[in-house]
C-alpha cells in the first residue's frame, strides 16, 4: 500500500523495524479510491470492428496456456472482482470480530481469506483496509488485520525488493536465520522423506498430512498450521537448502496465492525459527 522505496531504501530486519515507517505514511496513501471517469475519447467503429474479438476462440486460447491440469479447481473461491467484495462482505459481517483473539485457531472460521484475490489483483488491500476501518466495537481486530494485510505483507515485499537475487535461497536470509541453520546442519534427522512423499501427505503425522490435504484440495492452508507445516519439512529433508526447495515447490505449485513474496519470507523465517529452537538436538 506504502511504496516500498518510500518506506525504507534498504531491507528491513524485521517487523518492529518496518512498522513505524509504514505507520508514518499510511495516512497519505490510505485514502478513498477517486471516482471512475469516463474517457473523453471514443474509438471509432471502424478501428472497434478491425479488433480481434479474442472471446471467440477461447479453447484455443486455453490450449495455449501451459496448465497442469493434475491439479483440480477448488471450489470455495470463484474468480472475479465481484467474488472478492463478496468474501470481503462476509469477512466484515461475520468474521473480523474474531480475527483478533482467534486467527491463530485453525478450529475457528476467523481468517478473511481474501489472499487469492490480492494475489490476482481482482481486490486490493487498501480497499479491505478502508472496510475494515468503518467496523466498530473491533478495534482489537482491526489493528490485527492491518498489521498482517498491511506491515508483515509489505515487510515481505521489503525483503524480496532488497533482496531480489537471493530472497529464494538460504543464502539470502537474515544472518542470524543463516547461523542458526548451519549451526544445525549436522543434526540428525529421522524420518526423511521425499518431494513426492510430502506431495502425496506421506508421512508418519498425521497433522502435517491434513495440512498438506488442505493445500492440495483447497489451495490453501491455514496460517498458523502454514508454520508448523514449514518447519517440518525442514525437519525431515536431508538439509535447509533442500527443504526449502521443496516448501517452495509445493507453495507455488498449489497455493492459490502462491508465487508471492510471503510465501518465500514465510519460508525461510519458520525455517530459522525451528533452528533457533534447537528442535534437532
Not at 63 to 84: F, R, S
Not at 119 to 129: D, W
Not at 272 to 281: D, G, I, Q
Amino acid at each position: 500500500m506504502v511504496p516500498l522505496w518510500v518506506t525504507s531504501d534498504k531491507q528491513e530486519y524485521a517487523a518492529r523495524t518496518i512498522r513505524p515507517k509504514i505507520t508514518k505514511n499510511l495516512p497519505i496513501y490510505l485514502t478513498e479510491f477517486p471516482p471512475v471517469i469516463k474517457h473523453p475519447h471514443n474509438t471509432p467503429e471502424s478501428d472497434v470492428s478491425k479488433a480481434p474479438n479474442l472471446l471467440d476462440d477461447i479453447d484455443g486460447l486455453i490450449k495455449k496456456l501451459e496448465i497442469d491440469k493434475t491439479i483440480e479447481e477448488v471450489d470455495w473461491a470463484k474468480p472475479g472482482t465481484d467474488e472478492g467484495f463478496k468474501v470481503l462482505k462476509s469477512f466484515i459481517d461475520k468474521r473480523i470480530k474474531l480475527f483478533g483473539s482467534k486467527r491463530n485457531d485453525p478450529n475457528e472460521n476467523a481468517l478473511s481469506n481474501l489472499s487469492p484475490w490480492y494475489h490476482f489483483g481482482q481486490i486490493s488491500v487498501a480497499r479491505s483496509i478502508i472496510e475494515a476501518k468503518k467496523v466498530t466495537g473491533a478495534s482489537e481486530s482491526v489493528a490485527a488485520f492491518v498489521e498482517e494485510a498491511v506491515v508483515r505483507r509489505e515487510l515481505s515485499d521489503n525483503f524480496c525488493y532488497y533482496n531480489n537475487d537471493k530472497y529464494d535461497k538460504i543464502d539470502g536470509a537474515y544472518d542470524w536465520a543463516k547461523k542458526t541453520l548451519n549451526d544445525h546442519k549436522k543434526d540428525p534427522r529421522k524420518p526423511m522423506y521425499t518431494l513426492k512423499e510430502f506431495e502425496s501427505w506421506k508421512t508418519h503425522d498425521d497433522l502435517w498430512n491434513a495440512a498438506q490435504i488442505q493445500l492440495r484440495i483447497e489451495g490453501k492452508i491455514h496460517g498458523f498450521l502454514r508454520m508448523y507445516w514449514a518447519k517440518k519439512i525442514l525437519e525431515w529433508s536431508e538439509s535447509p537448502e533442500k527443504a526449502l526447495e521443496i516448501a517452495i515447490y509445493l507453495n507455488d505449485k498449489y497455493n492459490l496465492d502462491g508465487r508471492d513474496p510471503n510465501g518465500f519470507v514465510g519460508n525461510t523465517a519458520n525455517f530459522a525459527t525451528l533452528a533457533n529452537a534447537k528442535y534437532f538436538v
